[in-house]
C-alpha cells in the first residue's frame, strides 16, 4: 500500500525564507528572513497568528488541492462578468501581532491570466515599512516546507508549540505540501471497498524527517 512518492528530489531553491526562535531573560523573538530582507520582533501574550497561518495559507493557495476546509483560510474572488462563478483570484492575509511590532503578509495568486503561478506577496511591518515580492507558486511551496522542516527539526512539534505562546502546526497541511514540493505531485492514497482512503504512517514520518 504505497502512498507517497519515495522519489523525493531537493532542488535549489531562489526563495530564501527562514523562521528562527530565540530568547533571553524570558523574552522570547523571531526573526524571519525573506531573500535578505530580515524582520525581527517579540512574541508576546497578545501574539495573534504566526507561522502556522502562514502555511495553512500557502496550502490554500494551491487551489488544485481541491480541498473545501481551505474556505475560511482564503478569500475566492469571482470577477469574471461572462461568468460569475469562475475564480479568478486566490488572497489571504495574516497579522503577526506583538506587542508594539506588527507584520501584516498579503498573500494573492491570480487565476485569470498566464501568470498562474505567480504570488504576489506584500509584507508590510509595523504599518510603515512595506515589502513586495513576486514569487512563483512552486518555489514558495518549497521555501516554506522547508522552512517548517527546519522549524520542527530542532524545535518539534510541541516545542514550536510553546515558543510562540501557542501556535500550531497543522500537519496535514504540511505533509501535503511538502510532498507536492520534493515531488512535484499530490499525495496518492489507498482505498478501502467502503470507499475510505488510507494513508501509511511510516511513509509520512518518512516525509516529514526528510530534509531540503
Known amino acids: 500500500m504505497e502512498m507517497i512518492d519515495t522519489a523525493f528530489k531537493k532542488r535549489q531553491c531562489p526563495v530564501k525564507f527562514d523562521v528562527s526562535f530565540g ?33 495553512d495559507i500557502i496550502y490554500a493557495l494551491n487551489i488544485e488541492f481541491n480541498d473545501p476546509k481551505t474556505d475560511h483560510t482564503i478569500e475566492h474572488i469571482l470577477d469574471d462578468p461572462e461568468n460569475p462563478y469562475r475564480i479568478t483570484e486566490l488572497k489571504a492575509d495574516t497579522l503577526w501581532d506583538s506587542e508594539g511590532t506588527d507584520m501584516r503578509w498579503t498573500f494573492s495568486r491570480k487565476l485569470d491570466n498566464n501568470d498562474k503561478q505567480i504570488v504576489d506577496v506584500e509584507m508590510n511591518f509595523d504599518f510603515n515599512e512595506i515589502k513586495k515580492y513576486k514569487i512563483e507558486l512552486p518555489d ?12 520542527l527539526k530542532k524545535s518539534g512539534f510541541c516545542g514550536y508549540h510553546f515558543s510562540t505562546n501557542f501556535d500550531y502546526i497543522n500537519i496535514v497541511n504540511f505533509l501535503m505540501l511538502k510532498n507536492l514540493s520534493l515531488t512535484g505531485r499530490a499525495l496518492n492514497f489507498s482505498y478501502y471497498d467502503d470507499g475510505c482512503r488510507s494513508s501509511v504512517l511510516k511513509d509520512e514520518i518518512d516525509l516529514l524527517l526528510f530534509d531540503m
Open 23 to 55: 530568547g533571553f531573560d524570558g523574552t522570547q523573538y523571531c526573526t524571519v528572513t525573506v531573500y535578505d530582507d530580515v524582520y525581527r520582533f517579540w512574541i508576546s501574550d497578545a501574539m495573534g497568528d504566526l507561522f502556522g497561518s502562514m502555511l
Open 140 to 151: 514558495l511551496n518549497y521555501a516554506v516546507s522547508r522552512a517548517v522542516t527546519d522549524i
